[in-house]
């Protein structure tokens, strides 16, 4: 009964080690916002600019959870790239927006419409014959999919098509890459040559293109070969992939994944004590990431270990940890614990406690298709109970099916555990002759995989495997035995050097008795000079607060002069009845209240020297709204650096954001309707400040000439750009957007950047 236990247990553990490949496969670009910040701070290039916008996007995209700031952050930065892919008719730049499009709305949850956009971003690369950003289009469609049967059927279908495509463009790495997931689907689908093909095929395009990384693809082809119950060829792959993964330091959820399948292979062989080794050292990297997914997998192969060598105890803990800690959400696993709750009670011979998984087991086999994988180990659930409790009337069928199925994948270690269960079946009933034929083949299938010359293989590549870690952890005591005789030295030499210091020191000390006596003496007149010292900076200091209080005075009187012109304007705008004047009244109010908060600000805070740029632009845009009342159809999302300006560079800034929020609240939305203002603030590493004012209104009329334009407000904010020394560029295309760059005064400082959305 133990050789039936260990033919089901199998199944589920392959079938559920091989997800994980597909869960964590693809590769990620290794970039990080704070570095792209920087990048775009000084490209120039309207590609490189486009490239950087939609990676920046990917970034915010991509960080952990989904968070409605961080979507929002996406979303804006991939409509600057679409905008200005459309502007340079830079049409592969506009397509990668496009299908970023679909990605972040399925982030946000809108499958709907994400499936809407990633559709229009194929048709739009069909159309302008983009063969790279079409197959990018058919792996993102595959994402909509799930991994049960039909789902991968649809994945491998569109992950075929892109395959092609890449092969037609001409890029090696990426077609590469998609033979490996292609192969990758064909395995989960059974179609175990197909798949290895597809894997040989991988493997070859990568080696030519000197590709280093090839851990992955290693781990895939390990694992066809266990399918395929070739496990001296399987552990080979394996071992390779580890010694791959280790020498590129990659400690990656993919490491976990490959200790995993090398844990998986020596417990179809049998090698309890390796393969509790490897799950151990694959659980501790699961454990770092927090991967629900590769504990729910790594634990539950674990628990079917500790239940093989007949620890009941530690194998149902187990269980009870993945119920309670990381509860299944999937077929696969929903199916799997009470598969090893069933087989476990029955290798305890508890089969009241066995019962009712059973029936839960049958449930699922009879609701699940024909073609499911996970009817193999089903099948051998149920036979074992039959067998257990003498049901051989509806024993048979199940049997036959068993047979068939695994005799399809070539896996004679599995067929032969179904014989043994036939053999068992057929002596019961007394069927003397048919069960001497099924115990025959058991024992030559059995034979075939436990020989001896695959075990001196196996045991072989163990060995060598090991071998390299010892060289590798000979060369590691030879650096530190170098390193430790080298510290010897350096302390020989440092006790030679000490001894001669104290020699030194005892000369000093006689010398410095026979000046003992002079230092007293000496010692009364610099106390007297100390006192004077003193006196005198005492004096400094008052003086020094004298005038920071006389400083923050001006500052209050000169906010407070501010304060009452802004109050003489709003009473002259009484008696006032032309518009245009009322209208200039009113912007001069604006600009007098935008250089009021910087005086404000100056005598309210402990430094007279500088203004907090990040709460200027907040108050300043708070006011705005207050005064336009525009909280109902225009929104404004503000991403400001904690930026430091003295009073000479944020005064001519605020009147700038001023003028520019000014125009867009009155002219970029008319007929009240909704938009956004975008607010951007940035310092580069080249002490350069950048100011970005950008809506997505009405913009500017066609034939737009800037030079033409007799405006107080454009030629006001011309002006101060000069004054800041900086460059003032206006752009539009559906909306507009204000770009002013200048270099920062010495003594400014800046922190790490802040965004959110203004309430």
């Known amino acids: 009964m133990k050789l039936i236990f260990c033919s089901t247990q199998k199944r589920i553990i392959i079938l559920l080690g091989l997800l994980s490949a597909t869960l964590y496969g693809y590769a990620q670009r290794h970039d990080n916002i704070t570095d792209l910040r920087k990048n775009l701070a000084v490209a120039g290039d309207a590609k490189n600019r486009i490239d950087l916008y939609l990676r920046l996007s990917e970034q915010y995209l991509n960080k952990p959870g989904e968070l409605k700031p961080d979507l929002d952050s996406a979303m804006v930065l991939k409509n600057m790239a679409l905008n200005l892919s459309r502007e340079e008719s830079l049409k592969a730049g506009e397509a990668r927006a496009m299908l970023l499009d679909g990605k972040i709305r399925n982030e946000a949850g809108d499958k709907l419409k994400a499936k809407v956009s990633v559709a229009a971003a194929l048709a739009f690369a069909e159309k302008h014959n983009l063969l790279i950003e079409q197959a990018q289009c058919y792996e993102a469609e595959a994402q909509f999919y799930d991994n049960e049967n039909d789902g991968i059927a649809q994945k491998l279908q569109l992950q075929e098509k892109a395959t092609r495509l890449y092969h037609e463009a001409g890029d090696r790495e990426k077609e590469a890459t998609a033979l490996k997931y292609t192969g990758d689907y064909l395995h989960l689908r059974g179609r175990a040559s ?40 399987s552990i080979k792959y394996e071992l390779l992939s580890a010694q791959t993964a280790e020498a590129l330091g990659d400690n990656s959820l993919q490491l976990s994944s490959i200790y995993n399948h090398i844990a998986l292979t020596y417990y179809f062989l049998k090698q309890d004590k390796e393969a509790l080794f490897y799950w151990e050292k694959a659980k501790a990297i699961a454990q770092k990431y927090n991967d629900a997914g590769y504990m729910q997998t790594i634990l539950s192969n674990m628990a079917t270990s500790w239940v093989r060598l007949k620890q009941y105890k530690k194998g149902l803990d187990v269980l009870a940890v993945i119920e309670k800690k990381y509860p299944p959400t999937e077929m696969q696993m929903k199916l799997r614990i009470p598969y090893i709750y069933f087989n476990t009670y029955m290798s305890m011979r508890q089969y009241a406690n066995a019962a009712p998984y059973y029936h839960k087991l049958r449930a699922f086999q009879e609701m699940l298709p024909n073609d499911d994988a996970n009817l193999v180990y089903l099948y051998s659930s149920i036979i074992r109970y039959m067998v257990v409790t003498k049901n051989l009337g509806e024993i048979y069928p199940f049997l036959q099916k068993q047979d068939a199925l695994q005799k399809s994948t070539g896996n004679n270690l599995f067929r032969s555990e179904n ?94 008795y026979n000046r003992y006596r002079l230092k007293q003496k000496s010692n009364a007149l610099l106390q007297a000079k100390q006192e004077e010292i003193n006196r005198q900076y005492d004096i400094l200091k008052k003086v020094l607060n004298e005038k920071e209080w006389l400083l923050r005075e001006i500052h209050h009187r000169v906010k407070n002069n501010l304060q009452i012109v802004i109050s003489l304007l709003n009473t002259q705008s009484a008696y006032i009845n032309n518009q245009d004047a009322m209208d200039a009244i009113r912007n001069s109010q604006h600009r007098m209240h935008a250089m009021s908060l910087i005086h404000q600000k100056l005598y309210q805070s402990d430094s007279l020297a500088t203004i907090d740029m990040k709460w200027y ?104 750009s000069e004054q800041l020394s900086g460059t003032f560029t206006l752009t539009s295309n559906k909306g507009l957007n204000i770009h002013i760059s200048f270099p920062v005064n010495t003594g400014m400082s800046i922190h790490g950047g802040s965004e959110f959305e203004a309430a």
């Open 194 to 233: 197909e798949a290895l093909a597809a894997l040989q095929q991988a493997l070859a395009i990568y080696k030519q293109i000197g590709f280093r990384e090839l851990q992955g693809v290693y781990n895939l082809i390990g694992n066809v070969y266990t399918q395929m119950g070739n496990y001296h060829l």
């Open 617 to 720: 632009v907040h108050e300043l845009v708070s006011y705005m709204r207050e005064c336009f009342d525009i909280d109902k159809n225009i929104r404004f999302l503000i991403e400001t650096d904690e930026v430091n300006l003295d009073v000479a560079q944020a005064v001519p800034l605020g009147l700038i954001l001023n003028e520019a929020v000014t125009n867009a609240i009155k002219y970029a939305f008319p007929s009240n309707r909704f938009g956004t203002v975008s607010i951007i603030l940035q310092r580069d590493a080249e002490s350069n400040c950048t100011l970005i004012i950008a809506d997505n209104g009405i913009g500017l009329p066609e034939n737009f000439n800037e030079d033409s334009l007799n405006s107080l407000g454009m030629n006001l904010m011309k002006g101060l």
């Open 419 to 512: 014989q043994l269960q036939w053999y068992l079946a057929d002596s019961t009933a007394g069927h003397l002759k048919s069960a001497i034929a099924h115990y025959k083949l058991y024992k030559s299938l059995s034979d075939s995989v436990f020989n001896a010359d695959k075990a001196n293989q196996i045991s072989s590549l163990q060995i060598q495997f090991e071998t390299d870690q010892k060289d590798k952890n000979i060369k590691l005591l030879t650096q530190k035995n170098n390193l430790q005789a080298e510290t010897i030295r350096k302390d020989n030499t440092i006790k030679q050097v000490i001894a001669g210091a104290v020699m030194m020191l005892l000369l000093l000390l006689a010398l410095s």
